[in-house]
């Protein structure tokens, strides 16, 4: 008898349950392409309207599984754009409230919720995934999160929504900046870097992240007049006499920031699931670490920074 095992005609062992729910995948890239994502394995931290249109592309695209991390409750501003909670939900926990939802997009997918504070794991803990996504979390927690994936080669996105404006931040072939070389504030000794020669939305963006080091919020709706007049004493401080900026541009987005806005989070969504597909698939795409959304330009850009 011979000892070669039969081949499985490249399709690495899928049901045909399977085959069925991701045919029109397989036909875009291959049984290769879908096999690499069916290891895929997804830390998601953040379970606003962001996080659950990332959960959403990931599921259905088809990972091995995802754990949705979020230790806060659900609140009214959830409504905006956070599809997976249902309105009549008695779970308070964001995680928990996603998950039958999340669930029933992909019941190949394993979907979990994890309640505890990223900042209350250990280095450890992010090792046992392939992919580390975060949102809403503070400037402090991002830089923690981008030195421990580097160390431990775990491929990281950083994203986060204001109101019709978004951005991202990937570490995934570790040759790049760290994220605490992107957005370089120190909220220990207020150290103000001078921003100079930089897009308008990297500006945008480093004024939001030192607003809330400085607030530890982001902008709120009910405080919108006071965090509008804080958020241009810093883009003062931080990029005085730029000419990069045009007179207008922050005034036509100051009443935007407020809130996760569906349009937003559905183009940066989206950005960030196809960029972390494409990570484990291997066609990285090379020289950029930063995605923009500019509302005000109504196009989005990548940047090296």
């Not at 259905?60 to 599984?65: C, E, F, M, T, V």
């Not at 939900?89 to 998950?99: L, V």
């Not at 919720?113 to 580390?132: G, L």
């Not at 978004?166 to 150290?191: A, E, M």
Request: charged share 25%; aromatic share 10%.
């Amino acid at each position: 008898m011979s000892d070669v095992k039969p081949r499985m005609n490249g399709d690495g062992g899928m049901s045909v349950e399977e085959k069925k729910v991701y045919d029109r995948q397989i036909r875009l890239w291959g049984h290769d392409g879908q096999n690499k994502l069916r290891t895929m394995k997804v830390l998601l931290i953040g379970m606003q309207g962001l996080g659950a249109e990332i959960a959403k592309n990931l599921i259905l695209a088809g990972i091995n599984s995802i754990t949705l991390k979020d230790h806060t409750d659900v609140s009214i501003l959830d409504r905006c754009s956070q599809f997976l909670i249902p309105h009549d939900s008695q779970e308070r926990n964001r995680a928990k409230a996603s998950i039958i939802a999340a669930q029933l997009l992909n019941p190949n997918v394993k979907v979990s919720a994890d309640t505890t504070p990223i900042e209350d794991n250990d280095e450890s803990f992010i090792t046992s995934f392939d992919v580390v996504i975060a949102t809403e979390c503070s400037p402090l927690i991002y830089r923690k999160l981008s030195d421990e994936c580097r160390k431990s080669k775990v491929k990281l996105f950083i994203a986060d929504v204001y109101g019709l404006f978004g951005y991202f931040y990937q570490d995934l072939n570790f040759k790049l900046n760290l994220y605490d070389t992107v957005f370089p504030f120190d909220d220990q000794n207020n150290i103000v870097p001078i921003i100079k020669n930089k897009p308008p939305t990297y500006v945008l963006a480093s004024a939001l992240l030192k607003f809330q080091l400085d607030f530890h919020r982001k902008p709120n709706p009910d405080t919108s007049e006071k965090d509008i007049e804080e958020l241009k004493a810093i883009i003062d401080s931080i990029s005085p006499d730029e000419e990069c900026i045009k007179p207008d541009y922050f005034n036509e987005y100051y009443c935007e920031l407020f809130c996760e806005l569906s349009p937003s989070t559905s183009i940066v969504g989206a950005v960030v699931a196809q960029n972390a597909i494409n990570s484990i698939m291997g066609n990285l795409v090379e020289g950029y670490n930063m995605f923009f959304y500019d509302h005000y330009e109504h196009e989005g850009k990548f940047h090296a920074i």
